[in-house]
């Protein structure tokens, strides 16, 4: 199946800074990038639809000037925790999404990124 | 929102099958049921999906109820490996569409 792939895979910050996460897809061009967050023992929670070449949509009670979202070409997409505090600390996993036969499609998810904020 | 409802957890002794219920009662003609599995730490990995016909790959089968309100997820021989979360999504088969993850189902498989 096709790959994502998203760096770092951790990340440890101090309170007030700004961290960038990447993810790719690999092996195939996706026109759209989603975001999710996942606190411990949690599901995954959708933040941003991300689309390559204009401005991303957020989820409601999601910051956008907080969580920004940069999809300048059709492989990667980047979301940037600006003034990181201790409450962002999650594990942060993007997806993408590549078309099948049929009209099926399947959503392919990166290995995820933990970030923590001391 | 999440349209899907699973039982939190289940075991499966190793070897056996694993049956994994999922309930989607309000689901759409034209939304794909999808099964995604979490293993602690890693991203979800993509298991099956199907519209209204089962399906089976190398990784498991999965069979739609005629009324599509409700899908079993079918691990033939379970292995310590499955272990995980799995998660029963319902979505339009598109690539621009969101997923909106449920609760899941954490699926222990004891030796």
């Known amino acids: 199946g096709a790959v994502v792939s998203q760096h770092p895979s951790w990340v440890i910050c101090k309170s007030g800074t700004s961290v960038k996460i990447e993810c790719r897809s690999l092996d195939f061009q996706a026109t759209t990038m989603f975001w999710y967050r996942q606190f411990p023992k949690q599901s995954l929670m959708l933040m941003a639809t991300s689309n390559e070449g204009s401005k991303a949509t957020y989820e409601q009670g999601v910051e956008k000037d907080k969580f920004l979202i940069n999809h300048a070409s059709l492989t990667l997409s980047t979301l940037t925790v600006t003034s990181a505090h201790p409450e962002d600390s999650s594990f942060y996993i993007c997806s993408a999404g590549a078309s099948g036969g049929s009209g099926r499609s399947e959503q392919f998810f990166g290995p995820g990124t933990r970030l923590t904020v001391l | 929102d999440a349209k899907t409802t699973q039982p939190p957890s289940m075991d499966c002794a190793e070897g056996r099958a694993a049956n994994l219920p999922c309930n989607h009662s309000?689901?759409?003609?034209?939304?794909?049921v999808y099964w995604y599995r979490q293993i602690h730490s890693q991203g979800p990995q993509y298991i099956i999906h199907?519209?209204?016909n089962n399906e089976t790959n190398e990784m498991a089968s999965l069979i739609i109820t005629e009324d599509r309100k409700s899908s079993t997820l079918i691990l033939p021989h379970a292995t310590l490996r499955d272990t995980a979360v799995y998660y029963c999504?319902?979505?339009?088969?598109?690539?621009?569409?969101?997923?909106?993850f449920g609760t899941g189902t954490s699926l222990t498989v004891i030796p």
């Open positions: 309000t689901i759409s003609g034209n939304e794909y």
């Open positions: 999504i319902v979505r339009v088969g598109n690539t621009g569409n969101q997923f909106y």
């Open positions: 199907g519209l209204k």
